[in-house]
Structures are given as C-alpha cells and as structure tokens.
C-alpha cells in the first residue's frame, strides 16, 4: 500500500476486496466535527472491521496506534457531539475511546488513564469480540495476537444452549482480557474440531487452552462443560489453567493444518484478484470521492434528527464492556 508490501487477512471476493483497499487509503484517524459526521463516518465504516471513536481526544493520542492497527480497524476522533451521541455510544464523561464490533453487536468504553501503554493494551484486546466465532476467514484475525486461546467446541453453534454458554464466555471474556475466547461448533466446522481430540463420541461442550499454532492444554478436571452452573465451570477451568494443573497436547494433522497449508494457494489466486481490485479502484477514483461499503442498520444520531435508542447508563470505570 503506497509502494510498500503490505500483508492482507480479508475477504477475497472481489466486491469486499475493493471496500478493503478504499479503507487503506483512506485517512489514519477520522477528524469528526459534529453528530452527523460521526453518523456517517460509522455507516461509511461498515460492518467488517471494529471502529474506534475516541470522544474528547486529540488525534495525537491514538493516531501512532491508528497507523499500526490501520489494517484491522476504523480510528476517529470528535470533539463537538451533543448529550444524545454520549447517550447513544453509552459513555457519561470525557475524554472517553469507545470501540464498537457492528458485526457482532458488541461496545466496549475506555476511561483512561490514557498513556501509550494503556491505550494500545485496549486497542489489542478490543480488535476481537468478546467471543470470537471460529470460521475460515475469522481465524486469519487471530495470526498477530500473542494472547492465549481458550477454546470452546460446542455440539452446534446455533443451537439455543449454545446460545446461553456463548453469553457466558462472553462475560468471562470481558474479566479475563488476557486471553481470546473462540468458539466453534462440531456441525459447523468437524474438521477443525477434530484437530482437539473430539470425534461424535466426544462429550460437548469441550474447553481447551490452545496457543494458536500446534500446541493446546486440556485442564485436569475440566474437559468437557455439564448443563448445570456453566459458569462456575468456566471460572474453574481458567484458575486451573493458571494453577498449571494441565495436559499439555498437539494437535492431530487433519483437514486443520491443511486449511493452513493451502493458504500458500490461496495467496496466489489473491495476487490476481488484487491486481484486478486495484485497477478497479483506479476507476473508481477518477469518477467518484473515496467512500467506503455502507450498511444496512438502525439510524445514528445526528445533529438534526435521529433519535438513539433508550439504553440503560453505565457505571462510570476505567474500562467497561457491554452488549448491545
């Protein structure tokens, strides 16, 4: 990107390829001046990477942190926004960097103190949802995180008591940030699962601890998730992993290493579609100002109408997650 290599873990159909390449030439961090700048800059954004709005910051704070996490998220600032954008973004004092996950409906609000160190620690573990479905194209997210992974492989992700454990990662995620939690049903991906020891036989919900690349820890007492007080399970698998009261395991070749070996192809064919993208863009530009893909959802506020939905306040803190 502007004559320099640049590494791409995104979509690779064509149409997304473009709203991608949009987005890295676009500018580092958003200068937004009023309500409805910040409505349109959030729409512009999309849904595919999460957005960062810092609310009474000044772009210096975050903008070495805009360039370095340019290819994984939307950075802005606003100065001048009204009660009903703090009321809308849920947070009740300034300055105040709020990350939202559009595509996972999830918020989360950083108070401060706001020094480097603090300001790229969130930044990082704001990068993911609190619970990361695993997919082809989700897993790529996790190739530059050094976290540790905790792993659920649960029967079907779709199915409603999945529904009720994934809300419990959540919320130990969000007490736990020195870790990412994924998720992956057996049905939706077998093949990935297996990889972990679980076969039909297997007795689902399954955690394991894994490092991201060959090696995972099973915790000793732990292995597999029954219906009752799911979440004091989960509390007793992290504080037995800490404890270091685990199986220390690799995992099985199968169809999962080979998904990550054919990544080799996989680049080949991207060199194509890039060069193709490219000349898209170069199109584009000549006709129309740099936009980004729109989405489809509810209205945000704006200086002059949009009302924001009723949501309850939150306590005020260094650091706060929410769903939506």
Do not use: C
């Amino acid at each position: 990107m502007h004559g320099v290599p640049t590494d791409y873990y995104g979509p690779r159909k064509a149409d997304l390829l473009v709203r991608f390449l949009k987005k890295f030439v676009a500018p580092d961090v958003a200068i937004l001046n009023s309500d409805s700048a910040i409505s349109e800059f959030v729409e512009e954004a999309g849904t595919s990477f999460p957005i960062f709005i810092g609310f009474g910051l000044n772009e210096s704070a975050i903008s070495h942190f805009a360039v370095k996490y340019k290819k994984r998220a939307w950075f802005s600032v606003s100065k001048d926004f009204s009660d009903k954008t703090m009321e809308f973004y849920d947070f009740d004092k300034v300055p105040a960097l709020v990350a939202r996950h559009p595509n996972y409906d999830e918020q989360s609000t950083f108070y401060g103190p706001f020094e480097e160190k603090f300001i790229e620690d969130y930044i990082k573990q704001s990068l993911l949802p609190l619970a990361l479905p695993i997919s082809e194209e989700t897993l790529r997210l996790l190739k530059d995180d050094e976290r540790k992974i905790i792993l659920t492989i649960l029967e079907d992700e779709t199915d409603e008591r999945a529904n009720r454990l994934v809300k419990l990662l959540k919320a130990a995620a969000s007490a736990n940030r020195d870790f990412v939690f994924v998720f992956v049903g057996f049905k939706q991906w077998e093949g990935f699962a297996e990889s972990f020891e679980v076969s039909k036989k297997t007795k689902l919900p399954k955690m394991v601890v894994w490092d991201g690349d060959e090696e995972y820890f099973s915790v000793v007492g732990s292995d597999s998730i029954e219906d009752e007080d799911q979440g004091s399970q989960i509390t007793r698998f992290i504080q037995g992993y800490k404890d270091g009261n685990i199986v220390q395991k690799r995992i099985s070749a199968g169809s999962f290493m080979g998904f990550v070996n054919s990544m080799i192809g996989v680049g080949t064919v991207t060199i194509i579609v890039f060069v193709v993208a490219v000349v898209m863009i170069i199109q584009s530009l000549k006709e129309e100002p740099l936009t980004v893909g729109t989405r489809d959802e509810g209205d945000y506020p704006s200086s002059s109408n949009s009302q924001p939905e009723a949501r309850q306040p939150l306590r005020s803190g260094e650091k706060q997650d929410k769903e939506d």
